[in-house]
């Protein structure tokens, strides 16, 4: 069935650091890959997504990649702060105005000053 | 920015006990979802709608659970008998059908 594979689960870095997450997609008819971060006590809010038309795509210190041959999508935060710690969630869709997301299990991020 | 707003953003209720967690899509969307977070894991699907009826459920969605549309801005899930298990994190989500989903805040249920 349709999964979503994220890593690392956690991500301790420096401030001013980068941070690289990985996920893994299993439909390849997937064709919208959002990004959420999710931080504590909040609900999910998209920080950036990517479409299967686009291989990168970027919005100042986030940046999104998509390998649809290899079904990888990575999301990249560059100059990391501390108010980047949250619990960063990978989907995926497939086209459809019902566009149900698959999500990948999370992973949280710390960014020590 | 429109948002998706939810209420309450935490109900406790007794086991066995029905319960209504509402919701407010943004005004132009004509696709809603409900999502769940079980405390520690990944956010599942639970069931999608367009035009009054259910478009797609996954297998959580079982008898105990409803949604529905009651007055054309309110979207609601209701689970009839809850159990232990249902403790989580419910996500409404709503969306204009080109992919974006807009996600309220949530809500916490915990059953004792």
């Known amino acids: 069935g349709e999964n979503v594979e994220q890593h690392p689960s956690t991500l301790s870095v420096q401030e001013g650091d980068s941070a690289v997450i990985k996920c893994t997609y299993s439909?390849?008819?997937?064709?919208?890959f959002p990004w959420y971060k999710q931080e504590l006590g909040k609900g999910s809010q998209l920080i950036i997504d990517?479409?299967?038309?686009?291989g990168e795509k970027k919005d100042q210190r986030i940046a999104v990649t998509l390998n649809k041959t290899a079904k990888h999508f990575s999301l990249h935060i560059t100059e990391t702060q501390p108010e980047d710690s949250a619990v960063y969630f990978c989907?995926?869709?497939?086209?459809?105005?019902?566009?149900?997301?698959?999500f990948g299990a999370g992973t949280r991020l710390a960014v020590h000053p | 920015e429109p948002e998706v707003t939810q209420t309450p953003s935490h109900q406790v209720t007794q086991m066995g006990q029905e319960v209504i967690l509402r919701c407010v899509p943004i005004?132009?969307?004509?696709?809603f979802y409900w999502y769940r977070q079980i405390l520690g894991q990944k956010v599942e699907f639970l069931v999608s709608?367009?035009?009054?009826?259910?478009?797609?459920k996954s297998e959580i969605f079982d008898d105990q659970f409803s949604v529905e549309r009651p007055d054309g801005s309110n979207f609601t899930l209701k689970i009839r008998s809850t159990k232990l298990e249902d403790s989580a994190m419910y996500f409404c989500?709503?969306?204009?059908?080109?992919?974006?989903?807009?996600f309220g805040q949530g809500t916490r249920l915990t059953v004792v």
């Open positions: 989500a709503s969306s204009d059908g080109k992919g974006e989903a807009f």
């Open positions: 005004s132009n969307h004509l696709y």
């Open positions: 439909d390849s008819a997937s064709n919208y």
């Open positions: 709608f367009y035009n009054n009826e259910i478009s797609e």
């Open positions: 990517i479409r299967s038309n686009v």
């Open positions: 989907a995926a869709s497939k086209p459809g105005g019902y566009n149900k997301l698959i």
